[in-house]
């Protein structure tokens, strides 16, 4: 016999249970955000629940209007506070003068090069001092992340890291957006399913996987920044242990 899928509510009050065993147990915690419209479930969640979780966001210096234009608005609606860590001029300068404004069209190395200073360097700096991290990482996204889990170790930054709406499906996030109205990114109207740097995201067509409009022109099982690398896995089932206690 079938078993039935968590309803919508249950699955939002099961990812505020992670939420407040995170913060309870793991503080400082922060949710990294995109400010794509997983994210915005979370910051949704954490504002109602009143939870002690920062928020920050990269600015790579590439981050389209309307993704500003959120960051803003969210600022003003949840009254929150949000912490913004850009690319180190340092770094970023002599790559863009020996490489371009937009090397990242140029080869596979080269883009990733250019995530590593806009956004994977800005990352280490956020976490600094952090007991855990959060994201709105889903295993329908893409092949690449097939494998996540709710709870993992991030060996790169020796972190916890949490994943609340993992098993959540893209009719989901949507559908916890509207019942709610929480407020997303305009380009979603405009067929963007995921959102990072304008140059390197386009709308994508119907059918296609949700990720196909980020880095078109790679292949995709390349399609990661490097925020994300796959960590060791922590059984779900000593999460779900642990916030039954």
């Known amino acids: 016999m079938a078993i039935a899928a968590p309803s919508l509510e249950a699955r939002a009050a099961a990812a505020t249970t992670v939420l407040r065993d ?20 979370l910051i949704d969640l954490i504002a109602k629940a009143a939870l002690p979780i920062g928020v920050f966001t990269l600015d790579t210096g590439r981050l389209p209007d309307e993704t500003h234009a959120l960051i803003d608005h969210a600022r003003r609606f949840y009254a929150i506070g949000i912490d ?5 001029a340092a770094a970023l300068e002599p790559f863009v003068r020996t490489n371009g404004v937009n090397a990242f069209y140029g080869s596979v190395e080269l883009r990733q090069a250019c995530c590593a200073i806009r956004k994977t360097q800005p990352l280490a700096r956020a976490l600094a001092g ?9 295993r329908e996204q893409s092949i690449t992340r097939h494998d996540a889990a709710l709870h993992e170790f991030d060996a790169v ?30 380009l979603h109207d405009r067929g963007y399913a995921s959102i990072g740097c304008a140059p390197c995201t386009r709308a994508i ?28 896995a922590i059984p779900i089932v000593a999460v779900e242990t642990v916030a039954a206690a």
Do not use: Q
């Open 22 to 41: 995170v913060a309870a147990r793991h503080a400082p915690a922060a949710l990294a955000s995109s400010f794509g419209a997983e994210d915005m479930v």
């Open 84 to 88: 913004v860590y850009a690319p180190s």
């Open 130 to 138: 952090k007991g855990a991290w959060i994201t709105g990482l889903r």
């Open 157 to 186: 930054h020796g972190l916890d890291k949490f994943n609340p709406l993992v098993e959540w499906t893209r009719d989901d996030v949507w559908a916890y957006i509207r019942a709610h109205r929480v407020p997303y990114n305009a």
């Open 205 to 232: 067509e119907p059918g296609e996987n949700e990720r196909a409009g980020r880095w078109w022109w790679e292949s995709p099982d390349r399609k990661e920044c490097g925020l994300h690398s796959r960590p060791v």
